[in-house]
Every structure is written in structure tokens, then in C-alpha cells.
């Protein structure tokens, strides 16, 4: 281990049916980790092999720690993570992730200091992911300016709970954790509420955290009906947070149901899953009922690389017909 000298670090890492990818994770944390850096790994219930491998992990390095539970979900396993995490700054990583290596050497300008979070670069598989935010000290988050906006759409930066370090003080002191109820967005909700309670913000300089995004449990990839309930659920937070650094709330939160609606869209349209007549239909009217939706949609089905299975698509849209919607959808997805 070297000998250099960083605040304690408690790294959580929820693990469900991770066995395949878990050791990658685990060696990329502790490559030349200090040694009061404290790995947390959850076992969220897992029915593969993740349990003994990481008991395996435990017995061969006392920086990790194991915590077996029923399984919960992401959100409760980070939850019990950060109950049982002892260090100053918190590091999620996700067990079919990694960190790329130079990041502890990278961190002491960042902890000299002392923000309440700290930023690094990420690279996901799908492609390239720049961090918006130039290197350096914010000393609040009004100070992020224009890059706002991208940090929390394009970006991703400040939506997932990683590529970041959170102070472990800021959490204990307001009690935040992640919102068991959601299934998606509950990331976003917890940096959110975090950001309101945040009064400095670090941005390191270089790309230390690896996104495998192209796996199959991806957001792009299965079928799912709660984007919309989400964000209603994450809305306000967002808007008290940017109201209170002196932002105007009405054009991120256009742009953050726009997105929503585009996304559930997408899924409604392109990806097969047993969802019913009814759902489909309420989730369209609901898309449809966005006038900003509605033109977003007519302009994208308008440049559809395949134009004849767009035109059910584009009448449905153009007469705002969810149910017409809603059965081309199954039809499509029984015969096509």
C-alpha cells in the first residue's frame, strides 16, 4: 500500500448478482489505496456467487468490509452502506464499474480545499463523457454558472451517484439518504437534495471513474413505466435547490420533464415488455398532454430513418391518440 496520507474514504458498493464483475471493482478501488481507505461491500441479496466473493475480498484485504441483507434494491443497499460507513468522504461505485487509476493521487489539492463535494471525470462505454465543469474550487454551487445545466442533463454528472466524493459530515449532518420508494431517479433526488445543503464544490482535473453502460439492465434497454412518476418526485427538490443558489427553476424544469417524457417515449416505443393496454395508453396521454413533447416528438418522427413504421407513430402524435398509440405499440411489439 503507499504511504501516502488522504482523509478516511469510506467506498460503498452495492452488489446484486455481481459476481462476474465484482472483482474488477474491487482491485480498481484498492490499486494503490491508502490504507484507511474502508471498501463497504453490500450484498443486496444476491443468488450467484457475489456472497462468497465477498467474503473472499474481506479475507484477503482488512480495508473491506462485507454486509450481507435481503435484498432491497440499490437504493437500501447504498443506505446501509452509508449507515455503517466510518470515513470523512463518501465514494459510491457500482459493482459492474471501476476506477481508473491515478485518483487518490489525484485528490489532495482537492481536499486542501476543503469543499463539501468533490467532481472527477468519467468515460463510459458508450463514449466519451468530458466533465462540463472546468478544474478547480466553486465556493458555492450559484458559482457553477452555464455548466449547471449540463451537469445535470447532458452530462450526468451531478444526476448519478458517481463520479463524485461526498462529505460524509454534509450527510450525517442533514440525514440525507437515498429515497427507497424510487426505482430510477432516486440518484438524482439525493444529489439534488445534497447540492441544497452544499456550500463548496471541488472539480478535479483528469477521468478517473469507468461506466459499463452498455449493459443489458441499461435504462435504454428494458421496458419501464415509472420515468414520468419519477420525475414528478424529484421536481421539487430540484426546483428548491436551484432557487435557492439563485437559479430560474422554469427552464430546468421544462427541460427536466421534457426528458422524461422523450425517455418514456422511447421506451414505450422501442422496447418490448409486458405492459398492458391501459398503462400504455396513460403513459402516452401523460407524454402527449406536453405541448413541448408533442413538438419535440413531430420533429424527430419526421427525420425517422425508417418513415413507414413511423407513420403510425406520426398520426397518433399529430391527433394526440394515445390509445391509437398504445395498440400500434403492442401490435408492433406481437408481430414485428
Known amino acids: 500500500m503507499p504511504e501516502f496520507s488522504l482523509p478516511a474514504i469510506s467506498a ?35 443468488t450467484d456467487e457475489t456472497p462468497a466473493l465477498c467474503d473472499k475480498l474481506a479475507a484477503q484485504d482488512r480495508r ?11 437504493s437500501a443497499a447504498r443506505n446501509a452502506g452509508l449507515d455503517a460507513a466510518a470515513g470523512e468522504w463518501i465514494l459510491f461505485v457500482d459493482a459492474d464499474d471501476c476506477l481508473l487509476p491515478g485518483l487518490w493521487q489525484a485528490l489532495p489539492p482537492a481536499f486542501a480545499a476543503r469543499p463539501q463535494l ?11 463523457a468530458p466533465c462540463p465543469l472546468a478544474p478547480g474550487f466553486y465556493p458555492t454551487p450559484a458559482d457553477l454558472g452555464d455548466a449547471m445545466d449540463t451537469l445535470l442533463f447532458e452530462s450526468g454528472y451531478l444526476a448519478a451517484p458517481y463520479p463524485k466524493l461526498f462529505s460524509a459530515g454534509t450527510l450525517r449532518r442533514t440525514g440525507l439518504r437515498f429515497d427507497e420508494r424510487l ?12 447540492l441544497q445543503n452544499t456550500i463548496s464544490i471541488f472539480c478535479v482535473s483528469g477521468v478517473y471513474y ?40 422554469a427552464p430546468y424544469l421544462a427541460k427536466s420533464r421534457l426528458r422524461a417524457c422523450l425517455n418514456q417515449y422511447g421506451l414505450l416505443t422501442g422496447c418490448r415488455g409486458d405492459l398492458s393496454f391501459a398503462r400504455r395508453r396513460d403513459l402516452f396521454a401523460r407524454i402527449l398532454a406536453q405541448p413541448a413533447a408533442r413538438a419535440a416528438l413531430r420533429a424527430r418522427l419526421r427525420q425517422d430513418a425508417h418513415p413507414l413504421l413511423a407513420v403510425p407513430y406520426r398520426i397518433g402524435v399529430a391527433l ?11 401490435l408492433k411489439q406481437r408481430f414485428l
Not at 426505482?183 to 445534497?194: A, C, G, Y
Not at 390509445?323 to 403492442?330: D, H, K
Open 12 to 46: 460503498i458498493v452495492p452488489c446484486w448478482n455481481a459476481a462476474a464483475t465484482l472483482q474488477r471493482a474491487a482491485d480498481s478501488i484498492l490499486r494503490d489505496a491508502p490504507g484507511n481507505l474502508e471498501l463497504i461491500l453490500v450484498d443486496d441479496g444476491s
Open 64 to 74: 473491506v468490509k462485507v454486509l450481507h441483507r435481503k435484498n432491497g434494491g440499490a
Open 118 to 128: 468533490i467532481l472527477f471525470g468519467m468515460e463510459r462505454q458508450s463514449g466519451p
Open 183 to 194: 426505482k430510477i431517479n432516486e440518484d438524482v433526488l439525493f444529489n439534488t437534495v445534497f
Open 210 to 249: 469507468y461506466q459499463y453502460d452498455g449493459q443489458s439492465g441499461s435504462l435504454s434497454r428494458r421496458l419501464r413505466d415509472d420515468l414520468l412518476d419519477a420525475e414528478t418526485v424529484t421536481a421539487p427538490a430540484l426546483e428548491a435547490m436551484l432557487r435557492r443558489w439563485g437559479y430560474d427553476p
Open 320 to 330: 394526440g391518440a394515445p390509445g391509437w398509440l398504445a395498440a400500434y405499440t403492442l
